[in-house]
C-alpha cells in the first residue's frame, strides 16, 4: 500500500559552507522538496523511488531480482541514504539485513545516511541507524559530524541524543566550528545553545577562520535567546576575534541598539569603578541589591506617615515630592534588571511589617480580647507558614549526570524523547505534572506556580505551605479591616451621615481632625 508520507527525493545541498560569511545572511541549505511526477504505481516504480515512498514489498522484490544494496544512483547516492532521508525504518532494516554498508559518503556533501537523518530531524532514524552502528562522528565533505549537524539546523532531541551517546560536546568541525557557535548562529530558539551549555560547552573557544567565539556567531545574527545564554554561562564579552571586534563592535556594526544596550548591560555587572565614593557604592552588586529591598520599605512607610503629619497641607505635598525625588534618584543610580525579581517579595515583607506595626500601634485597643487572640494566632500560622513556602524545598527534580544521559538514551531509543516530556535544560524525564520554571531554572514535581511574593517555585513540596499561609492571611486580613473601621469610628470625629464623604479626604490632606 501507498504511504501518504510525502517522499523526500531532493538530497540535501551544499550551502553550508556560505554561513561562514557573516556579512551574508544564510541560506538554508536544503532545498525544499521539489513537486515531482512520480510513477505512483507500485509495479513500475524504480527502487530509488520505491524506496522514497517507503514501499517495502517493491524494494524487496528489486532486490530479490538482483539489484545491487549498495549501488550508488546516478547522483552518487545509496538507497541507505534515501531511506534515511525519508524516514523508512522498515526499509532501513531490510537494507542492513542485505548488507548495506552504513557509513557509506554519498551525494553532493560527501555524507553518511546518518548526517541526511540528522539533517532533516529524524531523531528515530538517527536512533536505529546509531544501534546498528553508524558513527556519528564521521565528516561530512564540508568538515561536520553529526553533532554539528543537529545544531546547525536546530535539532535539539538529536543532540541531546549524540551527547548522551558520547558525542564530545566541544569537538571542532573541519573549520574550527564547535556545535555552540552553529546553534548560536543558526537556532533562534533557546535551545540547543541552552542544553550544549548545561552540558559543559566551553562558551570562549574560537573558531580557526575568523577567531569568532560563539557570543560572536550570536552577535552576527543578533540572536538575544543565545546571547542571553551564552552571558550566563560565562562567555567573555571582551574577546576580540581575528580582526579585535568584540560582540559589542559587531553589534554597533550592525546598529542593533538592543543588543547593544543589552551587552552594556551584562557587562556593568562585572565593572568595579572606585573613583568616587558613589560610583563604588553603584557598582557594588550586594550594595545595589539592598538598596532595592530597602526602597519598597521607605516608599510604604512614607505613604502612610506623610499624610498622618500634624504639619498644614503644603508641608505634607513638599514631603510627598521630596520622598518621589529620592526613590527617583534612587531608581536611577541604584535600580538593575533584577529589581523586578525583588520588589515583589519586598513588597510582600513590607506591607507584612507594616500591617502588625500599625496593629500593635494603633488598632489592638480597639479590638474585643477574642478579636485581638485570633489575630495574633492567625498572623503566628501565617508567618510560619509564609517562611515555610519561600524557604522548603518546592519538589525540585534532582538527577546525577550520569542518569541524565541515561534517560537521554532510553527515552530517544523507546520513541519519547520529545520536547514536551522532555526538559533541555535539566535534561530529564518530566513526570506528569512536573514543569520547569523559567524563573529559578529548574523543573519542579507538581509545579503549580512560580510565586514572586515568597519568590519560590510553588510545587508538591510547598504546595500544602502555600495553601496554609493564603489561609492564615485571610482572618488576618479581615481582622485588621474590621479593627480599621473601629479605629476611625471611635478616633475620628467626623461620620459619612453627618459629613459626607468630602469629610475623609480633608481629615488627610487639611490635617481637621
Ligand atoms: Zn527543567
Ligand atoms: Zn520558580
Sequence with gaps: MMEEVKPYPVQPSGETLGYYDPHNPPADSITEPKSENAKTDPDQMDIVKATQYGMIDRVRKLVDEGYDVNEPDPENVTLLHWAAINNRAEIVRYLVSKEAILDKLGGDLNSTPLHW??????????????????DPSLRDGEGCSGIHLACQFAHTPIVAYLIAKGQDVNMIDGNGMTPLMW???????????RLLLTVGANPNIQ????????????????????????????ADTYMENKSHQTCMDLAKLRRNGYLIMRIKEFRGEAEVDNSTILKRLKSNKTVRKRVMQIVPFLVIFLMGAIPQLSQPWWVKLIAALCTYGVVYTLFRTFFDHRFGELVSLCISFSTKFFLHT????????HQSLLHNVIFF???????????????????????????????????????QLELSKFCTTCLIKRPIRSKHCSH????????????????????????????LYLTALLPCLVLYFYACINYWSEECTTTFQDDGFRAYPSQVLLNKV
Design 207 to 234: 573558531d580557526k577562520k575568523f577567531e569568532n567565539g560563539a557570543l560572536h556567531w550570536a552577535a552576527v545574527q543578533g540572536n538575544m535567546a543565545a546571547i542571553n545564554c551564552l552571558v550566563k554561562f560565562g
Design 183 to 193: 546553534s548560536s548562529y543558526k537556532a533562534f530558539s533557546m535551545d540547543p545553545t
Design 117 to 134: 537523518a540528522v539533517r532533516q530531524g529524524h531523531l528515530p532514524m538517527v536512533v536505529l541507524l546509531m544501534q546498528y552502528g553508524a
Design 358 to 365: 500599625t496593629y500593635a500601634y494603633f488598632l489592638w485597643p
Design 440 to 467: 529559578c531554572d529548574r523543573c519542579v514535581a507538581r509545579f503549580d506556580h512560580h510565586c514572586p511574593w515568597v519568590d519560590n517555585c510553588i510545587g508538591s513540596g510547598n504546595h500544602h505551605h502555600f495553601v
Design 377 to 415: 494566632a492567625s498572623s503566628v500560622c501565617m508567618y510560619y507558614q509564609f517562611w515555610a513556602t519561600m524557604k522548603r524545598d518546592p519538589g525540585v527534580i534532582q538527577c546525577s549526570q550520569e542518569d541524565r544521559k541515561r534517560t537521554i538514551i532510553e527515552l530517544a531509543e523507546t520513541g
